[in-house]
Every structure is written in C-alpha cells, then in structure tokens.
C-alpha cells in the first residue's frame, strides 16, 4: 500500500501519517524529517537544505527526490510506505510515478487533508510554543513569516497536484478541521482497508 499525504504545511500530516502507519505497519517516510536529520548530521544535502528550510522554501527537486528513492528502496518499505510532505510539486510527482514505475508498482491512494488556511497560523504558533515548553527544539520554520511563505510556495506549487492526482483518480480530500480521531477514521475509509 502506498499513500501520499497531502495539505498546507500545519493541517496534521504529520499527525495522521503516524497513525496510519501504526494501522498499517507501513513505513511513514516524511521529507521534512529526513531533510532536518541530514541538517542536523551535517551533510552535504544537509547544508544545502538548511539555508533554503530557514526560509521557509522549498528544498530543490533533486535533492529531495535522491532522499525519497534510496529511502522507499530500504527493506521496509517494500510493502508500501505513507509519504508525508512529497511531492510537493507535478515535477516530484511525476518524478515518484516513474520511479515506481521501474520497480512495478503505483500508487494506492492520494489523501488531501483540508484546511483552512486562517487556522494553520495558530496551529504552528501552538507547536512551537508546546515545543518549547515540553524543551523541545522549536522547527526553525514554526513562525508566522516563513508560514506565509510556505503557504505562498503550497499554493503555487503543490496545489496544482490536487488536479495532478484527481485526474488520475487516485485522490480523496478529508475535511482536516475535525477531531484528530475523526480525520483518522476519515482517511483509513477513503483508503478503503
């Protein structure tokens, strides 16, 4: 089973992929995670994320589609994976489809997670103010200027994969302003398992 994840930075994919891939027991493969540990372990893709993550941009296709193919070719994978923050333009998607596509397999289901995008500021404002009462790292793109230029990118860029995948029809759109539990019953019926 492979699922792609979609929705505005802040809508709870994130959330959501943890809890499929428990029901699942499949992998949750999120960019933004592997981005930051390469940041945080300093490699070469690492440093030439960080500045553009600061930013709140988004990381070059290349870099971000050489993190994804070498990830979904590791063992656990091999059943299926939740990916989480990819693609985020037609450009990765399609980059994702021929990648499959050498190793015969596609995709199972495209989940949109819906949200208004005046409740996402408070939603990141909240996680990074949890973060850093809990002692936690607060995200470096957890603040009001680099949402609004990650929600400036996600309109621009990734929005158009909302066309991309429902013309394949492989996309399902859920209602993310519910409860957590209830967008998690929402998303395991419209994968149909």
Known sequence: MR???????????????ERLSERFA??????????RAAVA??????????????????VPDDVVVAVIVERIEQPDA????????????VGRAEALDGVLAINAHELHRVLEIKVDEKVLLD????RAAEAKANGLPVR?????????VRLTAYGDQTRPLIDYYSNR???TSVDGLQSIDLVTAALVEAIGA
């Not at 499949?26 to 981005?35: E, F, K, R």
């Not at 372990?41 to 988004?58: C, S, V």
């Open 3 to 17: 699922i792609v994840l979609l929705g505005p930075p802040g809508a709870g994919k994130g959330t959501q992929a």
């Open 123 to 126: 939603r990141v404002l909240r």
């Open 140 to 148: 470096k793109d957890d603040t009001q200027d680099a949402l609004s």
């Open 41 to 58: 372990a300093g490699t070469p893709i690492g440093h030439k994320a960080d500045d553009i993550m600061k930013r709140g941009e988004l």
């Open 78 to 89: 091999a059943d299926g994976f939740i990916l989480d923050g990819f693609p985020r333009t």
């Open 169 to 171: 029809g492989l996309l």
């Open 26 to 35: 499949i992998p949750q493969l999120s960019t933004g995670d592997m981005l």
